[in-house]
């Protein structure tokens, strides 16, 4: 399975794409990760401080994107914005694709399901390498024409994010982001939408070592079921360089693990560039290969062990692209480690 075309985004290497990306990667998820969980708490000292005007137009600020419309939030201007992390990044962000994938291009208005690995503390290939390439409406400069995506594409995040201020207003702004609830994948597959999934979620962050390469799969199988259900092609795609961006503290992970169990997140200690560690690391190069695509047929009640017999292919599948292209970017020493 070749991979026959690349694109690159970010790759110009100059100081204005290393200060816009660094910019973004602060902006995006300095106040989506930071400054949205701790609002309401700088709100209340905020009360005390500054004019009653001034808190009153903050807490409208942070209420707004719980207040209107999803798609009033949607701006192409702060997707190309997003996409500019990738000049942070030495050799930007490149998405790769096999023939397989090439060949979905006249399906591209139909039922596809695009599932990212590994998740990463900050998943960059998702975000670089994904739907919100299409959503900036500059196809020209981000959306190759051999991608079969287009601008009704989506994406499912957490649900737990849409519920935290700031972070909220960013994700809608994307356009290609809903809950990952069972409503929400449902809406997405009856209506036939195309949209990106990362399969191990939070947990994935939560087993997250650097130069690892961990994925939960082992009892995740939910997306398959659904898929099957609704007769879904899978794009099965992995992002090399992902585990490299950040270094985390590992002996967290009982703790993260227990968290996401319970309450559907994680709080990672991490750190990126040595000067301010919300910055990945520059010297890790980001490739996405969009490997196997999955044909599966529509089976309204698969059983279990037809949903079974699946994600044993799946995970087939995953392991075989990683393996066939790891030793084109670096990774030759690797192996994956499921969960």
Known sequence: MALTHCHTIGASDTF?????????????????????????????????????????????????PFLVPNEALYSPRFCRFVLSKAGWLKGGSTLWASEDVLKLKDRVNESIMVCYHPHGLIPCGFSLNGAVRARAQDNATYLPPWLPLNASVSGVQAPVLFKIPVLRHILLAFGCCVPATKEGVHHLLSTRTTFGIIPGG???????????????????????????QHGYTLVIAFTFGESDLYKSVSALRPLN?????????VLPIFWGTWFFPLLPRRDVPLHTVFGKALHLPK?????????????????????????????????????????
């Open 299 to 339: 089976i309204e009640n698969p059983t279990a062990a037809q949903v079974a017999e699946w994600h044993a292919t799946y995970m087939r599948e995953l392991e075989d692209l990683f393996d066939r292209h790891k030793g084109q970017f670096g990774y030759g020493d690797r192996t994956l480690k499921f969960f």
């Open 257 to 265: 693990l227990w968290l996401v169990k319970t309450f559907g997140f």
């Open 16 to 64: 204005l794409s290393r200060l816009q990306g660094a910019l973004a990667f602060t902006v995006v998820w300095g106040l989506g990760q930071f400054v949205g969980p701790l609002s309401p708490l700088l709100l209340g000292v905020a009360a005390f401080y500054l004019p009653s005007w001034l808190v009153l137009i903050l807490i409208s600020s942070v209420a707004y």
């Open 202 to 228: 939070s947990e994935e962050v939560a087993l997250h070592q650097n130069g690892r390469e961990n994925l939960y799969l082992k009892k995740r199988a939910g997306f398959l079921k659904y898929a099957l």
